[in-house]
């Protein structure tokens, strides 16, 4: 007896064994005549569905080889003829498993199921297993397309039957494999229901639900509603409980927005269950915020309210959510003895009570996402409220639930908090020790809270009394000795619980960085770990993530990340070689005509950020000035003393840009501390002289000679022209500031003389422009002129655009003073325009201040009030006090309004 087989492999048995029928690319002739069996298969047919469009060579006689050996394989049992341009291959079809299996099939009709059974068992697998082609694949997603619903009809067979339990494994497996299918769900679901499963069934239900309604934007059809009602009818054969399990309603200080926020997430309408997540750091007021909206709104949810504190952070372990599961069921009228094992199948049962009622459900300080998952309901018609330090992206994720972040309380906020702990006449009687509690406590509820604790219980404690010993020892105050809930260290340090070693460490290291707040990379030169550390504290609520990719804590939580450091030097060692390596990058794109001084080597691991140009550059410096400031603070501490001056020396273009005098002077004061500890002398010279110039720009013109000439000796003495030549620059500044011109003048002719022997056409240049400068002040116009002209031409020629600026700075001065008052103008508006496209505000103060002069000598009256308020703005933003004071007088004298002109006074 022969056999011929497609349901599976292709293959031919003859008494049960198999018969070598050769290759895959000769199977595949065969499969092709097997499916039309006793029918012609033309030679194009052929070809076309066994090679597609891949044809070999010769195509028609290789097809004819191949029907040939099989005619030779097959000879006694099938035979295969050519017959009208093709081929027929002859047998009978109760020999070939696919005709058989339509013959039951049809026979059957959906009634016999031993017939159906019968063409089940046909298949050994996926049809044509080991064969592929285009026309293939298409017959056997056909093929298994009709098996499904032989088999579908089958099941239902067997299910009137009473063969439910047998069935449960084999439609579990179909229907995970057609999630879509209501048919196959329904099967499962019968199955499971009359298989004592009541809790999987309504699981099933509910899962189809959710998929329909995510991905076809419908329910399921009548049918399975109907069932999923009459077993849901015998699972509350009880009748129905309403559990009130709300603790009691806390107090709560403001928080009106995050409270409109919340009716608009959990009241609105939706087609599925309405989540909303509140995520914040420990003792932010999540609780207090959930439990306050959850009894304020307990009526619109008659049907029950469902809490559990999920301890995820708190002094004992987490509650597993099987536990959550089994309290909420018996809640819900089931007998305990009742519930069933195992998380899903609590889960199901649990969504299948809720489903169709009006409930809020509060999940309290959850540790995560899956803490939660299994205690969603699945019906739209509940609503949860979650909360906990982690920002529980997955809920957002898959069940589209609203994030809402907590953050401290505003200033408002915290001062009506201290009004309900202590009564308003004691707050009022204390106004400024209040603002100071609030600012201490940086608005954190629960810092405030503790802050207050013994004044509340104390009366005669004054607020400043409370204020004073906060300030002086800080989070220490906020501890607690016995309740844990009560001391915001405890508090705090529950949320490092869920983290891992390495997320622990980068932790306590961002509480010792320096400056406020930091960046990614700099975070990575700091902790020296990958980016997802800093992520998943930012997802724990320890770090906030801030606008322009900055990241950030509470002052009281960085408080408290420094106490969790063991030995933090290495850290600061490696973020402070991040801070210096990149700002002095920024400094030489600032200006690559300065005289270039690398810093030390990089510390292995570190990468400082790459800038690309003079503006990236100058906009980093701005966003990471007070941390550059705070990094040099630290490196002194450290000792790192190459790190204060270089750091020093970085800045001093950028302060000097921007008109950061006192900043400047402040960090080079430093940096004279930190070169005594250098061993290279030049290094003290540049210290002085900049300490000297640093000095002149804040009108410390005593101090700054004395540096500048220290400088100046100290560069003779060792040779140093370069260091000369700019010392004697530098104190042509001084002497101008003096008002001793000669003297200015004989310093600036020195230094040009020097700055020839170095072959540096830049200074050279800034050395003609000087010596024009104070030519023009002491009047001798022709020298003055011929010099800065001179100057000009060698700044364009080797394109260094701020020297062009100052000595288009002068050549208006010279004009002005000579008369040529519109030539004056158009060269401050030139020398204007390049200071202010480089970020040079200091100068842009400074020569908008001149071009007044211009349009007033012009009569232009208006056009100097306006240039002079926008100098004027500049000095007070600079705290140019004297400068600024000068300036009002002169608008003054023009009848300026008080308050400014119309566009300064909107801005």
């Known amino acids: 007896m022969v056999e011929l087989r497609v349901l599976g492999q292709v293959e031919v048995l003859v008494g049960g064994r198999p018969l070598e029928i050769g290759h895959a690319r000769q199977r595949c002739v065969l499969a092709v005549l097997l499916v039309d069996a006793n029918r012609v298969v033309t030679m194009d047919q052929l070809l076309d569905r066994v090679w597609a469009e891949r044809l070999p060579h010769r195509a028609r006689q290789v097809a004819s080889n191949y029907v040939s050996r099989l005619r030779r394989v097959l000879a006694g049992h099938a035979e295969i003829v050519r017959l009208g341009g093709g081929y027929v291959l002859r047998v009978d079809p109760e020999a070939v498993d696919l005709h058989r299996f339509r013959r039951l099939v049809e026979q059957a009709r959906g009634q016999a199921l031993e017939l159906l059974e019968e063409a089940a068992g046909l298949w050994r697998g996926e049809a044509f297993e080991g064969v592929e082609t285009p026309w293939i694949a298409g017959v056997r997603e056909s093929l298994a397309r009709e098996r499904f619903a032989a088999d579908a ?88 409980e309403v559990p009130r399990q709300l603790p009691a309603p806390p107090e709560l200080t403001g928080r009106a927005e995050q409270l409109a926020l919340l009716d608009k997430a959990l009241l609105g309408t939706s087609g599925t269950v309405l989540i909303t997540a509140v995520a914040g750091a420990g003792g932010i007021g999540k609780t207090w915020l959930a439990l306050h909206w959850a009894h304020r709104h307990a009526d619109e949810f008659p049907d029950g309210q469902l809490f559990a504190d999920l301890r995820g952070f708190a002094p004992d372990p987490p509650l597993a959510p099987d536990a959550v599961l089994f309290g909420f069921i018996t809640a819900l009228g089931v007998a305990p003895d009742r519930v069933p094992t195992g998380l899903d199948a609590k ?83 204390e106004p400024v020790a209040t603002d100071e509690l609030v600012d201490l406590c940086g608005g954190h509820p629960l810092a405030l809270s503790i802050a207050v604790r013994n004044a509340v219980t104390h009366p005669a404690i004054t607020l400043a009394e409370v204020a004073g010993e906060l300030r002086q020892l800080g989070l220490a105050v906020l501890g607690h000795t016995t309740d844990p809930a009560a001391s915001l260290p405890a508090v705090l340090s529950w949320s490092l619980r869920g983290l891992t070693e390495e997320q622990r460490t980068a932790f306590g290291l961002l509480g010792i960085a320096p400056g406020p707040d930091i960046t990614a990379p700099a975070a990575a030169a700091l902790t020296g770990l990958a980016h997802n550390a800093l992520t998943a504290l930012v997802e724990a609520s320890l770090v906030e993530q801030r606008p322009h990719g900055r990241y950030g804590m509470h002052d009281l939580v960085r408080d408290y990340a420094a106490t969790t450091v063991l030995d933090g030097d290495a850290a600061l060692a490696r973020v402070a070689d991040f801070y210096l390596h990149t700002a002095h990058a920024a400094d030489v794109l600032l200006d690559p005509h300065r005289t270039l001084v690398r810093p030390g080597p990089l510390t292995a691991g570190v990468r400082p950020l790459p800038l690309p140009d003079a503006d990236s550059a100058l906009a980093w410096l701005e966003a990471e000035h007070a941390n550059l400031l705070a990094t040099q603070r630290v490196a002194g501490a450290l000792g790192l003393h190459e790190v204060v001056w270089h750091l020093a ?253 119309p566009s300064a006074r909107a801005r």
Do not use: K
Not at 168 to 184: F, G, I, Q
Not at 195 to 213: E, I
Not at 711 to 731: D, K, P
């Open 153 to 240: 009809d089958r099941v239902d067979l067997a299910l009137a039957q009473g063969g439910h339990a047998a069935l449960v494994a084999e439609l579990t497996e179909r229907a995970d494999a057609h999630p879509l299918d209501e048919r196959v769900t329904g099967q499962l679901v019968l199955a499971l229901h009359r298989s004592g499963r009541q809790a999987d069934a309504l699981s099933r239900f509910h899962d189809l639900r959710v998929r329909l309604a995510d991905e076809l934007g419908t329910d399921p059809g009548p049918e399975l509603r109907e069932l999923y009602q009459r077993i849901l009818a015998t699972t509350r054969a009880a009748g129905p």
């Open 347 to 429: 889960a199901a049962l649990y969504r299948s009570l809720v489903a169709g009622r009006r409930m809020l459900v509060v999940l309290d300080n959850a540790a995560g996402a899956g803490q939660v998952v299994p205690l969603i309901p699945g019906s739209p018609t509940c609503a949860v409220l979650v909360t906990g330090r982690h920002r529980l992206a997955s809920l957002v994720d898959r069940y589209g639930a609203r994030h809402l972040p907590l953050d401290v309380l505003t200033r408002d906020e915290g001062r009506a908090l201290l009004i309900t702990r202590l009564g308003a006449d004691r707050v009022a009687a």
């Open 649 to 901: 020396r970085a800045l001093d273009t950028f302060h000097y840009r921007r008109g950061h005098r006192h900043d400047a002077l402040t960090s080079w004061r430093a940096a004279l501390v930190a070169a005594d500890h250098l061993p290279d002398p030049t290094t003290r010279i540049r210290t002085h002289r900049y300490v000297g110039s640093a000095c002149s720009r804040c009108g410390l013109l005593e101090e700054a000679t004395e540096h500048l000439d220290r400088a100046l000796a100290l560069a003779l003495r060792h040779n140093e022209t370069t260091e000369s030549a700019h010392s004697h620059q530098a104190l042509t500044t001084v002497w101008e500031r003096r008002q001793d011109d000669r003297r200015a003048y004989d310093h600036a002719r020195q230094a040009l003389a020097l700055y020839r022997t170095l072959d540096q056409p830049a200074w050279e240049a800034d050395g003609l422009n000087s010596v024009g400068w104070f030519a023009a002040r002491l009047g001798d116009f022709n020298t003055a002129r011929d010099h800065c002209r001179a100057a000009l031409d060698l700044h364009r020629r080797h394109r260094h655009p701020i020297g062009e600026a100052d000595t288009l700075d002068s050549l208006a001065f010279i004009a002005l003073r000579t008369g040529d008052h519109d030539q004056a103008v158009d060269h401050y508006r030139s020398a204007l325009a390049l200071f202010r496209s480089h970020g040079n505000m200091y100068e842009v103060a400074n020569t908008a201040d001149n071009l007044g002069h211009a349009h007033a000598a012009l009569g232009q009256h208006e056009e100097a009030g306006t240039i002079w308020w926008t100098a004027w703005e500049l000095y007070r933003e600079q705290d140019r006090d004297s400068e600024a004071a000068r300036v009002r007088q002169r608008l003054n004298d023009l009848g300026a309004p008080r308050g400014g002109p």
